[in-house]
């Protein structure tokens, strides 16, 4: 009883925790300190925020902002849509995060790499499509078409790159994406800083100037705060599920280790009678179920690496329009010692008492009642 519970236990809590540990991971892998995400100033996410195209311009020639070999400021200024997609286990309805680009965005975001197919040409109803999404939805291989505002847009290429969010993405020309879906505003600029020090001074430049209506946060600041809500709700159900298996575990171990003390009740006091401590009698019963508990843990870890270790999945990312996130749950060294430790706990807490018990029984009426 006392393996299969705490097999179950730790079966079920490292996927769980690896769901909430992989989300949080891929969403923050996009950030980086030399990267500062400009939106409207009372705007919390990319979808609330609305800049002018005179903001836009003001934007990129403050100061603190790179600029590439040309002379052009590394800036990406980008509409944040939501795409109709069927998910390939079910063929249930979601969606993705339709993203509209301008001609830097692969210069401000070097980590990404066209992988197959070409680039989508200005002015056409054209996709690219994230690697991860690709491969978690339908109708998304080059020269599949996508129905979406205006018509069908048609994939012609995919791209790939890093660990985080983005490759869960459709990336289309901005001014075709305004166009067709009568916009006149974006939803936010990206821009790469001269260096990881000049976010103060660019967020300063851009407070000081009147025209502006504007906030600045760096990419790994905005990106923590935009997924926090998602990020706390996996946490608890993690840690929630995780404690309710727990506790059930510990009865079944409570329960177990009684049983085994009482019915070997003659043994224990022969082992008393002959010289042996309390102490000794208890430490090896509490031995004992944290042996147990180590074998069960190394069955959940088991069944968990090779049910779930490299598994990708899509969830509710949170942050654009509910859209989907795809990453990769991973059992990874650390989640395979937090389970441990759970394993170990739930071991401990079930022998406590029954060690405490055989180490206080009376010795003489033990034997005579045998």
């Known amino acids: 009883m006392i393996v299969i519970g705490i097999a ?216 923590a705060s935009e997924s926090s809500d998602v990020n706390r709700m996996l946490g608890l159900v993690a840690y929630a599920i995780g404690s309710i298996m727990a506790l059930g575990a510990v009865f079944a171990a409570l329960n177990s280790m009684y049983s085994s003390v009482a019915t070997r009740g003659t043994e224990i006091a022969t082992l008393r009678a002959i010289g042996f401590s309390g102490r000794a009698v208890a430490i090896a019963v509490v031995t004992e179920a944290l042996c147990l508990a180590l074998l069960g843990a190394a069955i959940g870890v088991g069944l968990s690496y090779a049910a779930f270790d490299g598994v990708t999945i899509s969830t509710r990312g949170g942050a654009q329009f509910d859209s989907q996130l795809v990453y990769s749950l991973a059992v990874s060294p650390r989640l395979v010692t937090t389970a441990i430790i759970v394993a170990c706990g739930v071991g401990l807490a079930g022998g406590f008492l029954p060690a405490v018990r055989a180490a206080r029984a009376n010795i003489a009426s033990t034997l005579y009642e045998r």
């Not at 998910?87 to 992988?115: C, I, M, N, Q």
């Not at 505003?185 to 790469?192: A, I, K, L, M």
């Not at 000081?208 to 209506?213: A, E, I, K, N």
Request: proline share 4%.
């Open 8 to 223: 179950g236990v730790v079966a079920v809590l490292i996927p769980v925790l690896a769901m909430y540990v992989g989300f949080r991971a891929t969403i923050r892998a996009d950030g980086r300190a030399d990267r500062a995400i400009v939106l409207s100033r009372d705007a919390t996410t990319e979808s609330e925020s609305s800049l002018s195209r005179d903001s836009v311009g003001i934007v990129s020639n403050a100061a603190g902002v790179r600029h590439d070999a040309q002379g052009r400021p590394l800036v990406s200024t980008e509409v944040v849509l939501a795409a109709p997609v069927a998910r390939r286990r079910d063929h249930s309805d979601v969606s993705v995060t339709l993203r509209g680009v301008g001609p830097e965005y692969f210069a401000v975001r070097p980590e990404l790499k066209l992988v197959a197919g070409r680039g989508f040409r200005p002015g056409t109803q054209e996709l690219l499509v994230g690697a991860a999404a690709r491969s978690q939805f339908e109708g998304l291989e080059i020269g599949d078409r996508v129905r979406l505002q205006d018509g069908d847009w048609t994939v012609v290429g995919v791209f790939a790159g890093g660990s985080g969010a983005r490759a869960s993405e459709l990336l289309a020309d901005a001014q075709t994406v305004m166009s067709a879906y009568k916009l006149s505003s974006y939803n936010s600029t990206t821009v790469t800083l001269a260096s990881d020090a000049a976010m103060p001074g660019f967020a300063e430049a851009l407070a000081r100037d009147s025209r502006l209506f504007v906030a600045v946060r760096s990419e790994p600041e905005y990106l």
